[in-house]
């Protein structure tokens, strides 16, 4: 969202308390002529954490992992796939824990996502404190794509998990 989208989330839910995210997640904000739909995700970095906090205080949204999601929402892999993408930034692709978080096989997300990028993709993200990056060769057949978000694929998953996390090695 632009800083001006920003402004105007902040000064209508300052105005209106009730009823501010069904309001503004299905009509969207009018900025300028312009309607802008909110994300499903909420994340600290999109929207202003006072006003996150003060969603959360009035029981209008809940908190999944690091971001915010209207209490209407349907949890499932789609919400966490949006929580993801509104976390990561682009063309790092969720593996290990963070995939399988996102795929059901984990009930909570890990505290530090890890997340992968092609050996070739040339990318310098900005590092973040719960991210772990790896550079490795990953073929286009074990990365999917849910509303947004790459990740591996379930196969890939429990592949990187056997080899890579104790816990899930047999």
Do not use: N, Y
Request: net charge negative; with cysteine.
């Amino acid at each position: 969202l632009s800083p001006s989208v920003v402004h105007s989330c902040a000064r209508v839910t300052g105005l209106h308390r009730s009823r501010r995210i069904g309001a503004m997640a299905h009509a969207g904000l009018h900025d300028g002529g312009m309607w802008k739909r909110l994300p499903q995700a909420l994340s600290p970095g999109t929207f202003p954490a006072p006003e996150l906090q003060a969603l959360r205080l009035d029981g209008e949204v809940c908190r999944v992992d690091d971001c915010a999601v209207a209490i209407d929402e349907v949890p499932g892999i789609a919400l966490r796939a949006a929580v993801l993408a509104a976390e990561l930034p682009g063309r790092l692709i969720a593996e290990q824990l963070s995939a399988a978080w996102d795929w059901g096989a984990a009930s909570e997300p890990p505290t530090l996502h890890q997340v992968c990028t092609d050996i070739g993709a040339r990318i310098r993200p900005q590092f973040q404190d719960r991210l772990s990056l790896r550079e490795v060769v990953i073929g286009r057949e074990d990365v999917a794509e849910i509303g947004g978000l790459q990740l591996t694929t379930p196969r890939r998953t429990a592949i990187d998990l056997a080899r890579f996390v104790p816990e899930w090695s047999v």
